[in-house]
């Protein structure tokens, strides 16, 4: 199955910094990558997703950029703001896997922006 | 769209009692359901998955006695935590995929925070 690591683990940054996370992945055939944010005691939630053909995406200050050959994938957060506080998750879906279950999360990163 | 809800939020009972979560999907019919356990500053960790009309997956390591699944319609599966103990608490979410294959996307619940006292 996909093995999914994520570094680092907590993150501290000024607010107006940027902030990057990365991910890697075991398994070459997963083909789909989405981010979720999670606010303390909140559902996670989708932020940005980049699928396998695509090298990077961005929506405003936020984007995600996708190294296949070496099998990892990065979110990047620009010009952060107090409100980006939160546990981010790195996910991967593997299509080759069997049963129900093919998204596999990576272990999280709690970003902290100092204002 | 792709609305998922949660009941309870929160729930606070003695040692010994079976809880019941429910998850439902509002706006679309859901196939697959997914159960999430997550610890204090820790990743999601996925405990089971719910079929509709069929029985659900365990993880390794996941009691299925312990943690009843039942998934009955495509838009409600239920997580029943039975004979509930302290070690047992933690935050529950759970998550739908719509009907249409296993590259649909997740939505995930509010979450239910468990506490046993």
């Known amino acids: 199955g996909e093995n999914v690591e994520q570094h680092p683990s907590t993150l501290s940054v000024q607010e107006g910094d940027s902030a990057v996370i990365k991910c890697t992945y075991s398994d070459s055939a997963s083909n789909y990558f989405p981010w979720y944010k999670q606010e303390l005691g909140k559902r996670p939630q989708l932020i940005i997703d980049?699928?396998?053909?695509?090298g990077e995406k961005k929506d405003q200050r936020i984007a995600v950029t996708l190294n296949k050959t070496a099998k990892h994938f990065s979110l990047h957060i620009t010009e952060t703001q107090p409100e980006d506080s939160a546990v981010y998750f790195c996910a991967a879906r593997d299509p080759d896997v069997t049963g129900a279950n093919n998204l596999f999360f990576g272990t999280g990163t709690r970003l902290t922006v100092i204002p | 769209g792709a609305v998922v809800s949660q009941h309870p939020s929160r729930v606070i009972c003695k040692s010994g009692t079976s809880v019941k979560i429910e998850c439902r999907s509002l706006?679309?019919?859901?196939?697959?359901m997914f159960w999430y356990r997550q610890f204090p500053k820790q990743s999601l960790m996925l405990m089971a998955t719910s079929n509709e009309g069929s029985k659900a997956t365990y993880e390794q390591g996941v009691e299925k006695d312990k943690f009843l699944i039942n998934h009955a319609s495509l838009t409600l599966s239920t997580l029943t935590v039975t004979s509930a103990h302290p070690e047992d608490s933690s935050f529950y979410i759970c998550?739908?995929?719509?009907?249409?294959?296993?590259?649909?996307?997740?939505?995930f619940g509010d979450g239910t925070r468990l506490s046993i006292l």
């Open positions: 706006d679309f019919q859901a196939t697959t």
């Open positions: 998550s739908a995929r719509a009907v249409g294959g296993r590259n649909q996307p997740q939505h």
């Open positions: 980049i699928r396998s053909n695509v």
